[in-house]
């Protein structure tokens, strides 16, 4: 156990720091303070002794110079049970340091809102992270404290223990340092690894010359893909935007690590529509997908209609609140789990009823909205590295009409849903739809035509009709045969991204059939 007696506060985060502090100081710790900080806590009652009064230096060079001084670094690394080390601090006026309270320069705030390079290299703290470094090493006698969060639990124990901290509480909080310095050299390298050779270009490059990024583990899950493979979650921390690690589990049996995966792709690809929409995911690729402007029970049965056989056991998504009406409707099949922008509360009685089914509240989900920023990348480990890519959020913004005969408005609204549904699915991938529902979905074939063909067996298993339908390609069609079978069976509309070699006879295929084609130039391969 260690007595806090003496502490320096510096902190760019103000959250709470004010009534941390002032809970410190009722211990009769000694509180030692900069700039705006020590406005702060004088603010709120609070004697504090400023930096420069402590040192004898005044704060300077536009305050990249306040704490780096031998009467801070040694008050904080000497080793209070070493006598050569005390007898040095004693003989250069250096007293101990028991507590260090400091959090960083915004750096991660500062490049994500935008800001030119001197900016960015204005918010990089160098004193910050000295001071916290030192603590961490020196934890032993020195308690560190970088997140707001730890202030309540520091004061309880402190009030528990007569003013003291534990040793584990202390090694706790020094490996906490050591994480947040680790992800905030990361972004500082990630953003000037992506900074030209000369900086005053404006323009930079799209991907760093190293690459770090840092995730938190949210839990250990039972297994991986499969029961043999240990697995576990983690969470990027992006300050301002939310995703699936916000979600908060209502009920249920613990996430599996197919069940994270498969509520992701719901959550993707509800956030695509404005409408309301639902999604059924099996295997990580839609079964089923529906929009109506009659509300989210109807998009639902309309989903759950394009294939009952894989919902059976399936991950259901919503981009609206899920009423009881939805419940009961919901219930009424064996599910691993549903997520929704929210649940009624009437809701969550019906599904208490099946204690197993996991039932997740995503929070805000704002249509049309991405989960992911312009920063992020899409990561796939391959053996001895890995590759990286911008994520595929580009829409069908720029569409050419190719044929004689284009799209009515209907034809055109289903084809654009029809292509927002289809860049979720494995490669090879089909979409017919009509309605704002999705009629046949045909996936993951080595080859185009193959999973046309699923596509309409998938739509006639269900009983439902092709005819009238439009068909979505996710690349392009290397031959006619996609556009004589969609004709065959009564498909009136195609869009796809062209770029073949053989565009010329496809389109000249749809003309003779009068399908009206749409090129996107934008290919949706999903691997």
């Known amino acids: 156990m260690k007595r806090i007696r003496r502490a320096i506060v510096s902190v760019t985060d103000k959250t709470g720091v004010a009534e941390f502090v002032k809970e410190l100081a009722g211990f009769g710790v000694e509180i030692i303070s900069t700039g705006g900080t020590a406005e702060i806590l004088k603010k709120a009652g609070v004697n504090v002794i400023p930096i420069s009064s402590y040192t004898g230096f005044p704060e300077m060079l536009d305050g990249r110079l306040k704490t780096l001084h031998p009467k801070i670094h040694g008050g904080i690394l000497g080793i209070r049970d ?9 003989t250069n006026g250096i007293l101990p340091i028991d507590m260090v309270v400091v959090n960083l320069y ?8 935008g800001c030119t390079l001197e900016e960015a290299i204005e918010n990089i703290d160098i004193g910050g992270p000295t001071m916290i470094r030192a603590s961490a090493k020196n934890h032993n006698d020195v308690a560190v404290v970088v997140d707001p969060a730890d202030y309540s639990g520091i004061i309880k124990e402190m009030r528990e223990k007569k003013g003291m901290l534990s040793k584990a509480t202390r090694f706790s909080l020094a490996k906490k340092v050591f994480q947040i310095t680790a992800r905030y050299d990361a972004a500082i390298s990630n953003y000037l690894g992506a900074v030209p050779e000369l900086p005053e270009v404006e323009a930079t490059k799209k991907f760093p010359d190293t690459f770090t990024v840092q995730f938190e583990k949210v839990q250990d899950l039972r297994y991986g893909e499969n029961p043999h493979q240990a697995a576990a979650f983690y969470r990027r921390r992006v300050k301002g935007r939310a995703g699936l690690t916000d979600a908060k589990k209502l009920q249920g049996k613990e996430l599996s690590f197919n069940n994270i995966l498969d509520l992701n792709a719901a959550l993707t690809i509800a956030a ?46 919503f981009n609206r609140k899920v009423t009881k009406e939805m419940a009961e409707e919901l219930n009424k099949i064996f599910l691993e789990a549903v997520i ?20 997740m509240d995503a929070g805000e989900v ?4 991405q989960s992911f920023g312009p920063e992020d990348f899409d990561m796939k480990r391959v053996s001895g590295g890995a590759l990286l890519q911008t994520l595929d959020i580009e829409s069908a913004s720029d569409l050419k009409t190719v044929t004689k005969r284009g799209p009515d408005d209907k034809e055109l609204e289903d084809l654009l849903f029809a292509w927002n549904v289809c860049k979720h699915v494995k490669s090879n991938a089909i979409i017919l739809a ?17 999973s046309t063909r699923i596509a309409v067996m998938k739509a006639n298993d269900a009983g439902l009709t092709v005819e009238g339908s439009v068909m979505a390609s996710d690349a392009f069609f290397p031959f006619r045969d996609n556009v004589d079978m969609a004709a065959k069976h009564g498909i009136t509309a195609i869009i796809q991204p062209g770029g073949s070699i053989k565009d010329e006879e496809v389109i000249k295929a749809a003309d003779e059939h009068g399908i009206a084609m749409i090129f996107t130039g934008i290919r949706h391969f999903r691997h």
């Open 366 to 369: 704002t249509p049309g909205a």
């Open 434 to 450: 009509n309605n704002g529902r999705t009629v046949g979905i045909g996936a993951g074939q080595m080859s185009r035509i193959d």
């Open 82 to 90: 070493n006598p050569t080390h005390q007898k040095e601090m004693e």
């Open 272 to 317: 695509e529509f404005h409408e309301p929409a639902a999604v059924i995911i099996k295997h990580n690729n839609p079964c089923g997908t529906a929009i109506s402007k009659g509300g989210i029970l109807a998009a639902y049965r309309l989903a759950y209609e394009c294939d009952k056989t894989s919902a059976f056991g399936g991950i259901v998504g």
């Open 106 to 113: 915004a750096f991660e705030d500062t490049i994500a809102r």
């Open 340 to 359: 929704a922008p929210g649940f009624e509360g009437d809701a969550l009685k019906v599904f208490s009823s099946k204690k197993n089914l996991r039932v």
